[in-house]
């Protein structure tokens, strides 16, 4: 029967074998259910191994926040910004174990929409959703931002000129716009319409490239260390510390884009959650080695406002523009990986959306030469380069952190329901520690969700203005569950 309730239609969930199926090209509702646009049978290609995977996690993650995010999150802890990366690297490491087993569970593209969708309902599917997007393409923008900076002090070392000051900013201060940040977005929207295999396989050359820089930068900064530098330890207090967490928080987000891949995925209930682990292993020790030598190079308060910093520590510690040069030149490759694998995650989760009707079907299409969503792809391009060329940057840090914790929240959440709920489910990865991993996983989040700053939720509530907007106005009236019910097909929403 159709669910005739408001809150029963919030509330329905997506069966598991549902969104399995559909990601196999079915439709994964029982006979007589409606077929959108003839759409059965086009799926999402399996192309993706163990190292590809992980490469996307290590990608989306190094370079999101290490290459910049010391400018911002230093001058907010001082040297205990150490702390503030350990912090979030352990709220990062529980999450990651709950992504892990949702993962192995549920492999399918959408992330933690997905797992909201079988677990949470409808709405706080939706809600989620939206959070992700925004997620995803603030990220992408922050990160085309900081694009400019290293390639203009590639341009200074090299060439002796830089890209005139109006064209590589934000409005404001002298700048128009960020045109650097326009061109990375527009090549790397080139680049996945032309297919995921041949992304994966640049996003793994340029993973190989970015952890050899940064080994470059651990090992000439610590030719320069000072431990006066790290004294006092923590300037500004425990407080510090905490915003300092919050704010750069948005550079694990990689671990979200890995189960964004979850169609494309060769053995995907053994290869999801092994990336995800893979990926928060060499993250962690990755971010906390440059921290500690970024910080015993330079005074804590020289990292303020400081652009292309760290290739500016290499530039003072050997004295020679060429290690500055090779650091810069590796920058520009990885914050382009980083780019290419944020704004892959968001195609993949407006393409779920959109199968799902919680979108227009138009975001589902795919590509029958690329099987690739060139449609989805280019409306992403736009939006993000848009934000890119127009948006500060700390802005677009804070923003998507907020979007980041309340995924990673809802995961960990997830987890409990789906154990409760579907105890039998084939699961390649449980986490263990079950249910204490999960509940501090939330905890942690929450933590640092009260260290943002006011203008962030400001922000967030706008979001959640348009995402109930959006859901009444148009979702919750296409839904495939929704039409499923009008032509009064039994479809048990609360099955696995």
């Known amino acids: 029967m159709a669910s005739n309730t408001l809150g029963a239609r919030l509330l329905r969930r997506k069966p598991v074998s549902t969104l399995i199926a559909e990601s196999e090209g079915r439709s994964g509702l029982p006979a007589g259910a409606p077929e959108e646009g003839g759409r059965s049978g086009i799926h999402l290609r399996r192309s993706v191994g163990l190292w590809q995977l992980s490469s996307i996690g290590i990608g989306a993650t190094i370079g999101t926040g290490i290459f910049f995010v010391l400018g911002s999150a230093v001058p907010a802890a001082g040297p205990a910004v150490i702390l503030s990366f350990v912090i979030a690297a352990v709220t990062a490491g529980l ?65 002796g000129f830089k890209i005139p000051e109006q064209l590589s900013g934000a409005p404001g201060g002298g700048h128009w716009f960020n045109l650097p940040a326009l061109l990375l977005v527009a090549m790397v929207c080139f680049l996945l319409i032309r297919g995921v295999s041949e992304s994966v396989k640049v996003n ?33 207090g425990i407080g510090g510390v905490k915003i300092a967490a919050s704010s750069i928080f948005f550079s694990f987000i990689g671990l979200d884009a890995v189960s964004t891949a979850g169609e494309e995925v060769k053995n995907p209930r053994r290869t999801l959650p092994m990336a995800i682990i893979i990926s ?45 040069m090779i650091f ?41 030469r690329t099987g690739t969503p060139v449609w989805n792809t280019l409306v992403v391009g736009l939006g993000v380069g848009a934000l890119a060329a ?28 789906l154990r409760r709920t579907q105890p039998d489910l084939p699961r390649g990865f449980k986490v263990p520690g079950y249910p204490v991993v999960p509940l501090l996983s939330v905890g942690f989040c929450i933590y640092l969700i009260t260290g943002l700053h006011a203008d962030t939720f400001r922000a967030g509530a706008i979001a959640l203005a348009v995402a109930v907007v959006v859901y009444f106005g148009y979702s919750i009236k296409h839904s495939r569950l929704e039409k499923a019910e009008q032509q009064a097909v039994p479809v048990d929403t609360n099955a696995g």
């Open 95 to 159: 999450t990651a174990l709950c992504y892990a087993e949702m993962a192995s569970a549920i492999p399918v593209s959408g992330s933690s929409y997905s797992y909201a969708y079988a677990t949470l309902g409808e709405g706080v599917a939706f809600g989620v959703g939206i959070c992700l997007l925004m997620e995803y393409g603030v990220s992408a923008s922050a990160i085309a931002v900081s694009w400019a900076e290293y390639l203009n002090k590639f341009l200074d070392l090299a060439f």
């Open 204 to 236: 793994a050359a340029m993973v190989g490239i970015k952890i050899l820089i940064l080994l470059l930068f651990v090992g000439v900064a610590l030719t320069g260390f000072h431990s006066g530098n790290l004294t006092p330890f923590m300037p500004l």
């Open 280 to 324: 928060l292993v060499v993250v962690t020790l990755l971010y906390i080695l440059v921290a500690l030598a970024g910080i015993g190079a330079q005074p804590w308060g020289q990292f303020k406002d400081q652009e292309a910093g760290l290739a500016q520590i290499m530039q003072d510690i050997t004295g020679q523009s060429w290690p500055a």
């Open 328 to 368: 810069a030149v590796g920058a520009i490759v990885s914050i382009f990986s980083v780019t290419l694998v944020v704004i892959y995650g968001q195609t993949r989760i407006l393409y779920s959306m959109g199968r799902d009707g919680m979108l227009p079907e138009r975001f589902a299409q795919l590509s029958p």
């Open 390 to 417: 127009f948006i500060p940057l700390d802005v677009l840090a804070d923003i998507t952190s907020l979007g980041t914790l309340i995924a990673f929240s809802v995961v960990s959440i997830g987890v409990i329901v």
